[in-house]
């Protein structure tokens, strides 16, 4: 049997990757989920293993080549019934005797986006080839990407030079930085080869700052900046003496004062605004908002958290109770741990919880705990604590970003009261979770009412009013508050 290696997508807004390095030729042994090779996109480098023990008898896309997720990369032999990873695996039919069957209605069956049933959303792809003989119509040879070149069987694809070749990511930072392209070439790289590294780059960065004074502000300008054509690099813009007052700006424009700068996104926040531009367009937004007396989790994690770090080796953070308590909720209200189809309704059977991670470079990625409800808190901890070492690293792989059903976004951390978080397509909901502040409260006993000191949260949840309605909602946050308020451990 042979298996086809499929350029996987590492979150929901990376359309592309870059081969940064194979590990293994043609020809070469693999073992299944053995690294075999490095691509790089704007948010993440990442090591790529085998989806199959076999013999890699083809390498399609080759070092440097930056190609499109579900690209085929490389074909593995693998033996007859050999166990295969992956998240689909289908024969391939000759294009010129086997039709692809219509999709009926233009979509496929709502239980084909299941994460447990073979969807191909953010990992590998892995396809069956009939052996010659096997079928009545033999498979039909394998296409060479465009910009790719098909390596023979009995050769190993050609080195490039990886001194020379830099990674999308580090071309990113370097244009953030200003770094130029002499620079780049005339830094001795840590990495294979002699490769410029990300860590390489930072700290030449830092250097250049420390060694280098700021440039001079440029000659006042009056400038007047079309959203339809933005300016192709950075400057740093004002307006004369004479018109400080500026007018208000025609439509489709927009002005610039005195001392402004324009900045043009990078790739990755190019990326982010389109997310946010979709989701918002694509889901009539409502949210809900509910206070949460955590004293019992407050008093929990005081009383654990000193000899939880010493056994677990981990901190355990309150992120790590809001997913716990999530999960449980999510189970008894499953229409919030779903998504929406055109008119259909695709409800989650797995409970797959992401949240949001803020890059050491900027912008933010979701890595996402998978199977969560069948997780202790304990387990949660370390899972979170081990997701968020590899963002900030960048060591997620394609599946540490993909199949979320549900998201949370603990904004307290940065000390906010509350927020009113985006949903993150294709789900629809997402809880935003404020800061612990302890504050006056009315307290009603049997006794009558007395004013107490509480530890209190102000907790969000923003969801798709297609398919839930504000009723829903409040049951589903009155449901969490009561599973916080009322834990035990």
């Not at 020379?164 to 005339?186: H, K």
């Not at 390489?200 to 502000?217: F, H, S, T, V």
Request: charged share 20%.
């Amino acid at each position: 049997m042979k298996v086809e290696m499929i350029m996987p997508q590492m979150g929901e807004s990376i359309a592309e990757g870059t081969i940064v390095k194979w590990r293994k030729g043609v020809g070469d042994k693999v073992e299944r989920d053995e690294d075999i090779l490095e691509i790089s996109t704007d948010k993440v480098d990442s090591e790529i293993p085998s989806p199959a023990t076999g013999t890699i008898v083809d390498i399609l896309v080759q070092e440097g080549k930056t190609v499109a997720i579900k690209t085929p990369l490389a074909v593995i032999e693998t033996e007859a019934g050999a166990e295969v990873s992956g998240t689909a695996a289908e024969p391939v039919r000759a294009a010129s005797s086997v039709e692809e069957p219509p999709v009926a209605a233009g979509r496929p069956p709502a239980q084909e986006s299941s994460p447990h049933d073979g969807s191909a959303e953010g990992g590998f792809t892995v396809r069956e080839f009939k052996r010659s003989g096997e079928g009545t119509t033999p498979a039909a040879p394998l296409p060479t990407m465009a910009g790719s070149a098909t390596v023979g069987a009995d050769s190993h694809p050609p080195v490039s030079k990886t001194s020379n070749f830099l990674s999308p990511l580090v071309q990113r930072i370097a244009a953030d930085e200003g770094v130029s392209m002499n620079e780049l070439q005339a830094l001795v790289g840590t990495g294979d080869g002699g490769r410029v590294t990300k860590k390489d780059l930072l700290a030449y960065i830092e250097e250049r700052k420390n060694a280098r004074a700021l440039p001079p502000a440029p000659a006042p300008v009056a400038k007047v900046v079309s959203r339809a054509a933005p300016a192709s690099s950075p400057v740093i813009p004002s307006i004369a003496p004479a018109a400080i007052a500026p007018s208000p700006a025609p439509s489709g424009q927009v002005w610039v004062g005195a001392g402004d700068q324009v900045v043009e996104m990078d790739r990755m926040r190019r990326a982010i605004a389109d997310h946010m531009v979709r989701s918002k367009q694509t889901s009539p937004h409502v949210i809900s908002f509910a206070e949460v007396d955590m004293s019992r989790i407050v008093r929990h994690r005081e009383g654990i958290k000193n000899a939880f770090k010493a056994q677990e080796g981990v901190n355990i953070t309150y992120t790590s109770y809001f997913i716990h308590a999530a999960a449980r909720a999510l189970r008894e209200f499953p229409y919030i741990n779903a998504s929406v189809d055109g008119y259909s309704i695709i409800v989650r059977r797995a409970i797959n919880i992401g949240f949001a991670v803020e890059l050491p470079s900027g912008g933010l990625i979701v890595p996402v705990i998978k199977g969560v409800d069948a997780l202790s808190l304990t387990g949660i901890a370390k899972g979170l604590n081990d997701l968020a070492d590899k963002a900030r690293s960048n060591r997620l792989s394609p599946d540490d970003v993909s199949g979320g059903t549900f998201t949370i976004t603990n904004v307290g951390v940065f000390g906010n009261v509350s927020g009113a978080p985006i949903i993150n397509q294709p789900q629809v909901a997402i809880l935003g979770t404020g800061a612990i502040k302890k504050r006056a409260v009315v307290v009603e006993t049997e006794e009558g009412d007395h004013i107490a000191i509480k530890p209190i949260m102000v907790m969000s949840l923003s969801y798709d009013h297609r398919l839930i309605d504000g009723a829903l909602a409040g049951r589903f946050m009155s449901r969490l508050g009561q599973i916080l308020e009322t834990f035990e451990g």
